[in-house]
Nanobody, 123 residues
Framework: QLQLVESGGGLVQPGGSLRLSCAAS????????IGWFRQAPGKEREGVSC????????NYLDSVKGRFTISIDNAKNTVYLQMNSLKPEDTAVYYC????????????????WGKGTLVTVSS
């Protein structure tokens, strides 16, 4: 089994920045993509950004392009999401996930979920 533990959420003002971290432990070999989803109150969970475990391929939700950056440190089994220019509409619980190549578009390809970390963007 793979365990994913998120950290770095919190309250930030509009225009501010946060960096989320996701540490993977356990059986770390049966996935090829890792990334972030988010779920706002009353909305469906959506893929925000994913990265291949090689780091060669990334993708982003249109609404976060140019503001969020995903990266991976394989030596630490950790993936990061740097979030800049945060907006109130970014408020959500952010979940780390790992799975197959298409998982950012299709949640069915997610094999493992973290428990989530809350990001609140408000003045």
């Amino acid at each position: 089994q793979l365990q994913l533990v998120e950290s770095g959420g919190g309250l930030v003002q509009p225009g501010g920045s946060l960096r989320l971290s996701c540490a993977a432990s356990g059986f770390t070999f049966n996935y090829d993509t890792i990334g972030w989803f988010r779920q706002a109150p009353g909305k469906e969970r959506e893929g925000v950004s994913c990265i291949s475990t090689s780091g060669a391929s990334t993708n982003y939700l249109d609404s976060v392009k140019g503001r969020f950056t995903i990266s991976i440190d394989n030596a630490k089994n950790t993936v990061y999401l740097q979030m800049n220019s945060l907006k109130p509409e970014d408020t959500a619980v952010y979940y780390c996930a790992a799975g197959g190549q298409a998982m950012c578009r299709l949640k069915a390809f997610v094999r493992y979920w973290g428990k989530g970390t809350l990001v609140t963007v408000s003045s």
